[in-house]
């Protein structure tokens, strides 16, 4: 469940969804999410979409490449600004180490 929510967790910070749970039903599970303030109608179809692809895939019918490739499009989808935010701290963190890299190939 903690994927799920990370999932959901489109912008860092804690204010998009922070939790998932399931709850038993007779009609079939229900997905719960706890947030800390609205969660987002986008997000919630784009989970909707993941849960009823898994849900009518067809194991040993249909390519499970092609099941995995379209999760991960619409989970980079829902996490784009959160990728955005890691992109540019791994890029600032990249340039610290420039001067060691160039420091380096003097050597050889």
């Known amino acids: ?17 922070t939790a ?6 007779p009609e079939g599970p229900i997905l ?9 109608p986008e ?11 898994l849900k009518a895939f067809k194991f040993g019918q249909e390519s499970e490449k092609l099941l995995e490739e379209d999760i991960v499009r619409k989970l980079t989808y829902l996490g784009a600004e959160r990728l ?3 992109q540019k701290k791994a ?6 180490t420039k001067p060691t890299f160039q420091n380096l190939s003097m050597l050889m």
């Open 32 to 40: 719960l999410l706890g947030s800390n303030s609205p969660i987002e």
């Open 43 to 53: 997000t919630i179809e784009k989970l909707r979409e993941i849960l009823d692809r």
């Open 20 to 25: 998932a749970a399931l709850q038993k039903h």
């Open 1 to 17: 469940m903690d994927s799920v929510a990370y999932a959901c967790d489109r912008k860092k910070g804690g204010k998009t969804v």
């Open 84 to 86: 955005k935010v890691y």
């Open 91 to 96: 890029k600032q963190r990249l340039e610290l």
